[in-house]
């Protein structure tokens, strides 16, 4: 068989076969989402499961696409944790929706890498735009966006965490910039030994983990009774360590704590950040897209204080991961902590438009403003802020059944749609109580702890979620405690 034969066979392949697995996959996804409710939220395997399910090496002459469809199940179905379920309500959620699947999908056909704007220009423009849409429906200050005509702008990273790193290491290079020019004379060495970061104590791992990575110290301080991060206490802080010799130079404000979803103060965060030239972060990766409904935008007051903004709409607004919006006022900070400009990535319209390399810590980036421009659209503002508040009101009924069986007590305030709660009592019990929820296999939970108190967390995750699966998820703890309590 010629060179040319075999080219044509190939050709054929995909444009025949590879096309009816590509319909038959669409047809599944739908299937899936749609029953997901028939299925166990969290598989029943052991570490190691899937190996025996597959050969020991690839095979060497192709197979035909329906017997890949045969063994989805078999292998990797029944490895799942299916995050979408209405029953699934550890950590926070992840969204998901069919525009967003949809673009995810024209994302991977374009299959540009946008990390130029030459290297694919809708790529980046798309994204310049979708993030000041973004931010308009947020209520951004102006002083975020790129539409303002100055340097301001918006970003997707991958995630929180990544925003949260950026963020530092622009903030550390503002500082040490700021620092040489007072003490010529100090090393780069003699400034990073001094410099600083605050967070709460709340905050998520993620921001001591940036800490580590840029190679600074960062102190984590105490919250007051509702686990907010005050103004007084950041501002003793921040006094102590000059007196000490060090250079504050960065804080994290999180809006939406990851154990409790409390929101540190911000407007006195900001104040104080402002008064003494800290760049300051705000990290609102889960609560964030609540914002969109003008009615939870007072958690958000001093925002205009900040330097940067980062949610995640691939959490709660139905957007799939990856897509974690962050907005800078100052990207230069970021742009030239990260410039590495060799010649094949230099264009003839550079300076006209973002290069989007310099905003984040990959080279490479796929098309992922085509997910909100989908989603946005295809759901509109008002749609969006009915999903948000439905998930709410589903945790403040959780929060009511919960409050009615003397056995339970609320942990911390419902503001969004995550109910804190634990049995009253010590925490073995509480321990056990999720053992027995989780092993009963119907619901998924997970737990936290705050100043040594044990507790339940359950998240409204799933947007099929409805009333009646919130009964059924109470009914699981109930019997579960039920279990407990008749064998003590």
């Known amino acids: 068989m010629s060179d040319q034969d075999l080219k044509l066979k190939f050709e054929t392949m995909e444009a025949g076969d590879f096309k009816d697995f590509a319909k038959a996959m669409t047809d599944y996804i739908a299937e899936y989402l749609e029953n997901i409710r028939d299925r166990q939220v969290v598989p029943s395997v052991k570490p190691g499961y899937l190996r025996p399910l597959v050969p020991e090496q690839a095979p060497e002459k192709a197979e035909p696409w329906t017997a890949v469809m045969a063994d989805i199940e078999r292998v990797v179905m029944s490895g799942v944790t299916h995050w979408h379920s209405p029953r699934f309500h550890a950590y926070f959620p992840t969204a998901n929706s069919y525009p967003a699947i949809v673009a995810d999908m024209l994302s991977g056909a374009i299959a540009c890498i946008g990390f130029t704007w030459i290297a694919s220009p809708a790529c980046t423009e798309l994204e310049v735009v979708m993030l000041d849409w973004l931010g308009q429906m947020l209520g951004l200050p102006e002083s975020f966006l790129a539409r303002s005509g100055g340097e301001a702008g918006g970003v997707i990273q991958g995630t929180a965490s990544e925003a949260t790193l950026v963020a530092l290491l622009g903030a550390k290079n503002r500082t040490m910039l700021r620092v040489k020019e007072q003490h010529p004379e100090w090393t780069d060495t003699d400034i990073l030994s001094k410099l600083v970061g605050y967070c709460n104590k709340q905050a998520h791992s993620s921001v001591e983990r940036a800490g580590l990575l840029g190679g600074v110290k960062l102190r984590a301080l105490q919250p007051d009774g509702k686990r907010r991060l005050r103004g007084d206490t950041l501002k003793d802080a921040i006094e102590e360590d000059v007196r000490n010799g060090l250079i504050p130079f960065y804080v994290v404000a999180t809006l939406g704590t990851t154990s409790s979803c409390a929101f540190d103060n911000l407007e006195e965060i900001g104040e104080v950040c402002s008064s003494k030239n800290i760049w300051l972060h705000v990290d609102a990766a889960y609560a964030g897209s609540a914002f969109i409904c003008p009615e939870y935008r007072y958690l958000m007051k001093g925002v205009d204080k900040a330097d940067s903004f980062n949610f995640n709409p691939h959490k709660w607004m139905l957007v799939n991961f990856d897509c974690s919006a962050m907005w800078l006022k100052e ?158």
């Open 331 to 488: 990207p230069r900070w970021i742009i030239d902590a990260f410039n590495v400009d060799p010649l094949y990535l230099k264009h003839d319209q550079q300076g006209s438009a973002p290069d989007y390399r310099h905003w984040q810590i990959p080279l490479g980036r796929r098309f992922r403003a085509l997910k909100l421009w989908f989603v946005l659209r295809l759901y509109g503002v008002e749609n969006l802020q009915k999903h948000i508040r439905k998930h709410i009101a589903l945790a403040h009924l959780f929060e009511r059944l919960c409050s009615a069986d003397e056995r339970f007590e609320i942990y911390e305030e419902v503001t969004m749609g995550l109910v804190c709660f634990r049995l009253k009592g010590g925490n073995e019990q509480n321990e056990e109580l999720l053992r027995r929820i989780n092993g009963r296999g119907k619901i998924h939970l997970v737990p936290s702890k705050i100043d040594d108190t044990y507790f339940l967390r359950v998240a409204i995750c799933s947007r099929f979620s409805e009333e009646s699966d919130i009964h059924i998820s109470w009914e699981e703890v109930k019997a579960s405690a039920d279990e407990i309590l008749k064998a003590r």
